[in-house]
């Protein structure tokens, strides 16, 4: 339902645009895209164009639409739902810091391949990394400021349920919601 709702939004008949994290593609399961030039990829799931979202193949301004969801789980590979996300390929051993460079990174050449005036919808998530509060939506923010690209909306998505415990005592309030950022490309 959030990528329908910014869809609305964001998405023009006639858009080209990449998904350059599609994972399994759950995003677009309730779009038609048959309006779009729609381009996706993934380095694990899209054997058709197992791109690295760090290194893409296509060329400067070439979408009006990006989105990037990367695995922003630290240390995935201890996660209870790891089988379905398979975030373990790419971020198994990483910390919450060399997740954000990812962001980093993945963002930067998303807005290479935009065009001026084009939207990049990022999606992330805060968490507790070893009992300290990491605010992933605000170093996401960060990030696309530090790119020059401009806040166009921010989408808040709740959980059905309630977050699982983890067994170890709680300390902070669980995160039970992810954020989807719409930056937009500056004009020439």
């Not at 209870?80 to 975030?87: A, G, I, V």
């Amino acid at each position: 339902d959030l990528i329908a709702t910014v869809a609305r939004l964001y998405l023009k008949k006639g858009d080209r645009l990449a998904d350059i994290t599609y994972g399994q593609g759950a995003f677009w399961q309730k779009l038609d895209l048959s309006d779009h030039l729609f381009y996706r990829s993934d380095k694990v799931t899209c054997p058709g164009s197992p791109h690295d979202f760090r290194r893409l193949p296509y060329p400067d301004g070439r979408f009006n639409v990006v989105v990037f969801d990367p695995p922003y789980a630290h240390h995935a590979d201890t996660m209870r739902f790891e089988s379905f996300y398979k975030n373990s390929i790419t971020t198994a051993k990483l910390g919450h810091r060399e997740i954000i460079d990812l962001y980093r990174l993945g963002m930067a050449e998303a807005k290479r391949i935009l065009k001026p005036g084009g939207t990049l919808w990022v999606k992330c998530a805060d968490e507790v990394e070893s009992s300290r509060q990491r605010r992933g939506h605000v170093e996401v923010y960060q990030v696309a400021q530090r790119l020059g690209l401009k806040d166009e909306d921010l989408f808040i998505l709740m959980q059905d349920r309630p977050p699982v415990p983890t067994g170890r005592r709680q300390q902070h309030a669980r995160k039970n919601c992810s954020f989807l950022w719409v930056f937009r490309k500056p004009a020439r």
